[in-house]
């Protein structure tokens, strides 16, 4: 099969990098060009034999609208500091702690329907006439409780876009003006977007693809008075609302809004709480909207004869790619940032688009391409992580953002670039459009979620480490270059009924999360459906606090499926004998120390049918469990590593009852994998780490070949000629 070395490849632009663009152009093979936020594509790129992105803004880069029409600025629902009253009268300035450059409380719309005080002590609404907004000074005024404490929850225009306050803050930019951002789901602001995107498309023919970055409702991203990032919440939907929407939202759901359903406690229904009715109807009345006006922009681009692509980022609130309502929309293409193998599948797995794009880090901007950065180190982990996914789930392009002009002077990053390209390129000549060989069964993450955040659980914002939550990402970063089929489930699909080609389900998370479940687990009918799974032959992983819940005498409910529940104090009094034994099928790859992460702390075996193959001093960490016909498998936590990889491959199959499947493709050394394309006869052996790796192949469970695979290496083989 002869293997291209052209395409696939967006390369980004500026007005400075005429010559270096085309020569990259032609070095690396692109066959496309992007401007960049901040910059302009330059004329003479447009002639160039390559189809040319356009970014295109639908909420910022008009401040005179937006200035005209100060009520359809976008808005976001904020919520006061706690504050603490020693008398009957308490005063709470709204804006303590937030940047007035950024927000502005909305004085237009009526406090006292929109706004909302709440006796944090007792959890009670504070009724609107024990309490009044004071414009001259910032501060609402209370008839408090001495010693209760208050919130108050309200409205702000947007007055700073946050992307292009984070980019301003992020580049050291001094002279740009800082962009309003408007809200195009506003009748008069929308009435205008549409034409003003009519006549962008008429005045720009040379355009193939509009980019749209993204559509109208940006995730949470809230400074401080300092400008550093106060409150960051990729997934939500606090600056989805205004007025005019939520008397919308009333008409359709059939009751009153209340701002408690958005601010939540002062959560902001963060992904990792446990979503209630009407939030999640407030998601899918938006998801509704937002597809069928974000449909109306796409119609226009095509009627001009251009591609629309929608970026997975700024203002993508509401479209949840993974929604019943995206394909709707109608788009060419989804590009996204990938900053592991989870951002990649989150990206290549979404279905409603021609084709999905990943736009590769690092992001050429100043914060990595300085003095002290490392951007060919981030390359290479970058690529290391996304490789691995691709391999099961590719996206079909690939890019870079940023400004061109850092990449190209920094010594040898162009050249890792190339690399990286090339084995894209191999990657998808030697699938030849078919898929890579998954085991005879599907694993499932069960979650409050589901497959509407696919590949999203157990993250802050996306790609990002977090000391709380790397022990769960790591089993997601894990299955996303796994040779598994992976569903993502929640507790009322499990109560509807397991789908039969689901032989594992992984429940992985804190206690009282979404991800763990927290009062879900006091519902008979979930945890008898999972016994009943079991019992019957399931398997079971949980990680963390899986099924945690304190009640009725355990903490772990499924404590006696996992064979572990956790010491929380109730029952020091009971003796426990727990003993190691760590002679087992999932660790027969194990070589080095095992990395639970944070863990957790006092988890005990319990029952009769347990083994112990990892402890801490007098406590597990790691505790296998026979159920009946079934198996379970509990961590204390695992972070994503080549190891930490194969140590959960091989518990899911375990857990499968699948032990003798599992070397039907094989690769012995942990630090590498293998991804078969039975279709092609191709398979590709890859070495996760910088070092040398030596390994051993099987197929259908015989020794076949003895590697020795360089430093990050790629080998392909063809496996039905070769062995």
Known sequence: MKQANTGRLTLPTDVDMVAATIRLKDLLGADALRDCDGTDMPEELLTQDAKIYATYYTTRKDNDWAMQHPEEIQQEYLISDRVTARGDRLRIELMKGFHTEQLKV?????PGKWWEVIDRTTGEIVSPDHWHYEESSGE??????????????FLAFLIWDPVHMYNFITNDWKDAPHQLTYDVRQPKTQVYVKEKLKKWCEA????????????????????DDQKREKYVEWFGYSASVSPYILEQFEKWAGYPFRPEYIVDEGYHNSIFRIPSKEFRDFMEFQQIEVSKLAKELVDIVHSYGKEAMMFLGDHWIGTEPFGKYFANI???????????????RMISDIQGVNYTEGRLLPYFFPDVFTEGGDPIKEAQDNWLKARRAILRSPVDRIGYGGYLKLASEWPGFIEQI?????????????MDGTGAYTAPFKVAVLNSWGNLRRWMANQVHHALWYREIYSYVGVIEALSGMPIDVEFITFDEVKAGIDPSIRVIINAGDAYTAFSGGDNWKDPDLVCTLRRFVDQGGGFIG??????????GRFFQLSDVLGVDRELGFSMSTDKYNTLNPEHFILEDVSADIDFGEGKSRIYAQGEHYQILNMDGK?????????????????????????????????IYYAAHREEEMKKYYVTNPETEIAVFEKTGKLAVINNTKEERHTDLYLEGILKMQLTLAPMEMRWITYKEEL
Do not use: M, W
Request: proline fraction near 5%.
């Open 106 to 110: 909305n004085t237009i719309d009526p």
């Open 140 to 153: 609402v005024v209370i008839d408090s409780i001495p010693y209760h404490q208050y919130t108050v929850s």
């Open 204 to 223: 720009n023919p040379q355009v193939d693809v509009v980019r749209f970055t993204t559509f109208f409702h940006q995730f949470t991203l809230t400074f």
């Open 330 to 344: 109608g788009l060419d293409a989804v590009v996204g940032s990938v900053g592991d193998g989870v951002t990649l």
């Open 418 to 430: 190339g690399k990286v390209v090339d084995e894209f390129r191999q990657i998808h000549a030697n």
């Open 543 to 552: 990680v963390g606090e899986p099924t945690a819940c304190q009640y009725q």
């Open 619 to 651: 406590y597990s960490r790691l505790v296998v469990n026979e159920y009946g016909q079934g198996r379970s498998v509990y961590f204390t936590g695992l972070p994503y590593s080549p190891q930490n990889c194969r140590i959960l491959l091989r518990a």
